[in-house]
């Protein structure tokens, strides 16, 4: 069972770039990372998904190292309506789907 | 094309009493999954199902049970209620993929918030 670890809070300012980095060093072969969003008093919405290397989307970018050992989630000039908590999971643990603590992102003017 | 609809959105229950949350997709997705929510906390897995007539334990099971009777529709019971269970109640479905790529990708509801007193 791999295990997520991201920071429990982080803060920034409009405009600005924001990484949030998951560790998770037991990942299996065939895990896929995850990332979800999700705002107060909503369910979580699925932001972006990948293996290795680099995916991109039109919400945001992830970076995936050779070891995959880590990921980071790199939100491009933040606004305050991209507060909110953002989830790390990985693989899909045969059917279950896990999410850890989470990290919650205060954007601030 | 609703996506995920919860049912009730709120609940009160007093001690002891029983319920039970509806949680239906339109989306024939064969994966759904309950969730419950504390304040300032992650989602914990309470129950979930690979496919309609399936379901297995999550992380914190105990104290629900849960039926998946047909494929759009996946109950969550408390048979009875405890104040430890109030909580937010998030349900979701994902498809599947196949052979190769996982599915990760789910679709949550709205919520129920349940006040057991």
């Known amino acids: 069972l791999a295990k997520t670890t991201q920071p429990i809070s982080m803060d920034s300012y409009e405009g600005q770039e924001v990484n949030i980095t998951c560790s998770h060093n037991?990942?299996?072969?065939?895990?896929?990372i995850t990332w979800y969003q999700q705002f107060p008093s909503q369910g979580p919405r699925f932001i972006i998904q990948?293996?290795?290397t680099k995916v991109t989307n039109e919400v945001a970018s992830l970076f995936i190292p050779a070891d995959r050992k880590s990921s980071t989630l790199s939100l491009p000039r933040v606004s305050l309506s991209d507060t909110a908590v953002y989830y790390c999971?990985?693989?899909?643990?045969?059917?279950?789907?896990?999410f850890g603590q989470g990290t919650e992102l205060s954007v601030k003017p | 094309n609703a996506g995920v609809t919860q049912t009730p959105k709120f609940r009160v229950l007093k001690t002891g009493q029983s319920m039970t949350l509806l949680c239906a997709q339109d989306?024939?997705?064969?994966?759904m999954y309950w969730y419950r929510q504390d304040p300032g906390m992650g989602l914990r897995l309470i129950h979930y199902?690979?496919?309609?007539?399936?379901?297995a334990k999550g992380e914190v099971p105990d104290g629900y049970n849960v039926s998946r009777l047909k494929k759009q529709n996946f109950l969550l019971g408390l048979e009875s209620a405890a104040p430890s269970q109030t909580s937010v109640y998030f349900c979701?479905?994902?498809?599947?993929?196949?052979?190769?790529?996982?599915?990760?990708?789910?679709?949550f509801g709205q919520g129920t918030r349940l006040t057991v007193v």
């Open positions: 979701a479905s994902s498809y599947s993929t196949g052979a190769g790529q996982q599915n990760t990708e789910a679709f």
């Open positions: 989306m024939n997705h064969e994966y």
């Open positions: 037991n990942i299996a072969t065939n895990d896929y």
């Open positions: 999971l990985v693989g899909n643990q045969g059917g279950k789907l896990i």
């Open positions: 990948g293996y290795k």
């Open positions: 199902s690979v496919g309609e007539g399936t379901t």
